[in-house]
Protein backbone atom coordinates (compact mmCIF):
# COMPACT_ATOMS: atom_id res chain seq x y z
CA UNK A 1 0.00 0.00 0.00
CA UNK A 2 1.12 3.83 -0.60
CA UNK A 3 0.28 6.79 1.11
CA UNK A 4 0.06 10.13 -0.72
CA UNK A 5 1.34 12.70 2.26
CA UNK A 6 0.43 16.43 1.57
CA UNK A 7 1.87 18.30 4.40
CA UNK A 8 0.84 21.84 4.79
CA UNK A 9 1.44 25.05 6.40
CA UNK A 10 -0.78 27.41 7.48
CA UNK A 11 -0.73 31.33 8.17
CA UNK A 12 -2.58 31.99 11.34
CA UNK A 13 -4.85 34.58 9.20
CA UNK A 14 -6.86 31.70 7.05
CA UNK A 15 -6.41 28.70 9.54
CA UNK A 16 -10.28 29.00 10.24
CA UNK A 17 -11.20 28.92 6.88
CA UNK A 18 -8.75 26.41 5.24
CA UNK A 19 -10.04 24.12 8.70
CA UNK A 20 -12.99 24.02 7.13
CA UNK A 21 -12.50 23.67 3.78
CA UNK A 22 -10.06 20.51 4.00
CA UNK A 23 -12.37 18.98 5.57
CA UNK A 24 -14.42 19.62 2.66
CA UNK A 25 -11.34 18.52 0.30
CA UNK A 26 -10.24 15.59 1.44
CA UNK A 27 -13.86 13.46 0.81
CA UNK A 28 -13.86 15.01 -2.90
CA UNK A 29 -10.08 13.34 -2.97
CA UNK A 30 -12.01 10.39 -2.04
CA UNK A 31 -14.69 10.35 -4.33
CA UNK A 32 -11.74 9.95 -7.19
CA UNK A 33 -12.01 6.21 -6.38
CA UNK A 34 -7.96 6.20 -5.89
CA UNK A 35 -8.35 6.14 -2.36
CA UNK A 36 -9.16 3.62 0.96
CA UNK A 37 -8.72 6.19 3.21
CA UNK A 38 -7.66 9.42 4.80
CA UNK A 39 -6.00 10.83 7.39
CA UNK A 40 -5.87 14.18 8.72
CA UNK A 41 -3.25 15.12 11.53
CA UNK A 42 -1.99 18.22 13.15
CA UNK A 43 1.58 18.39 13.60
CA UNK A 44 2.71 19.46 17.07
CA UNK A 45 5.72 20.70 16.07
CA UNK A 46 5.93 25.01 16.32
CA UNK A 47 7.19 26.11 13.19
CA UNK A 48 10.02 28.83 13.26
CA UNK A 49 7.93 30.54 10.32
CA UNK A 50 4.88 30.46 12.33
CA UNK A 51 1.49 29.34 11.32
CA UNK A 52 0.26 25.79 12.12
CA UNK A 53 1.12 22.50 10.10
CA UNK A 54 -1.38 19.98 9.15
CA UNK A 55 -0.24 16.35 7.26
CA UNK A 56 -3.05 14.47 4.88
CA UNK A 57 -2.26 11.02 4.94
CA UNK A 58 -3.95 9.49 1.35
CA UNK A 59 -3.93 5.82 1.84
CA UNK A 60 -4.13 4.28 -2.06
CA UNK A 61 -5.08 0.92 -2.67
CA UNK A 62 -1.82 0.55 -5.59
CA UNK A 63 0.57 2.36 -7.17
CA UNK A 64 -1.40 2.12 -10.16
CA UNK A 65 -4.06 3.96 -8.10
CA UNK A 66 -1.83 6.62 -7.19
CA UNK A 67 -0.46 7.23 -10.90
CA UNK A 68 -3.86 7.35 -11.88
CA UNK A 69 -4.68 10.13 -9.24
CA UNK A 70 -1.66 11.99 -10.55
CA UNK A 71 -2.95 12.16 -13.79
CA UNK A 72 -6.98 12.43 -13.79
CA UNK A 73 -7.04 14.30 -10.55
CA UNK A 74 -4.29 16.02 -8.76
CA UNK A 75 -3.69 18.99 -10.86
CA UNK A 76 -7.46 19.84 -10.97
CA UNK A 77 -7.37 19.08 -7.25
CA UNK A 78 -4.36 21.02 -6.04
CA UNK A 79 -5.59 24.45 -8.27
CA UNK A 80 -8.68 24.90 -6.02
CA UNK A 81 -7.00 25.40 -2.82
CA UNK A 82 -4.10 26.82 -4.60
CA UNK A 83 -6.48 30.05 -6.23
CA UNK A 84 -8.14 30.11 -2.52
CA UNK A 85 -5.06 30.40 -0.63
CA UNK A 86 -2.40 30.93 -2.67
CA UNK A 87 0.26 33.25 -0.82
CA UNK A 88 -1.27 31.66 2.85
CA UNK A 89 -0.22 28.50 2.90
CA UNK A 90 2.97 26.05 1.96
CA UNK A 91 2.63 22.26 1.16
CA UNK A 92 4.58 19.51 0.08
CA UNK A 93 4.03 16.18 -0.68
CA UNK A 94 5.57 12.95 0.29
CA UNK A 95 4.96 9.22 -1.24
CA UNK A 96 4.94 6.66 1.65
CA UNK A 97 4.89 2.78 0.83
CA UNK A 98 3.91 0.98 3.79
CA UNK A 99 6.38 -2.71 4.35
CA UNK A 100 5.08 -3.87 7.33
CA UNK A 101 2.59 -3.59 10.05
CA UNK A 102 2.64 -4.07 13.31
CA UNK A 103 -0.60 -4.14 16.38
CA UNK A 104 -0.89 -4.64 19.77
CA UNK A 105 -3.33 -7.75 20.43
CA UNK A 106 -4.58 -7.88 23.51
CA UNK A 107 -5.79 -11.44 25.20
Known amino acids: MYIYNVTVNIDES?????LLWIKEHIPQVLSTGK????????VLVEED????TYSVQYHSYS??????YYREDAEKLRTEGLKKFADKMLAFRTELQIIDEYAVSFK
Open 63 to 68: RQALDA
Open 49 to 52: MGGQ
Open 14 to 18: IHDEW
Open 35 to 42: FEKATLTK
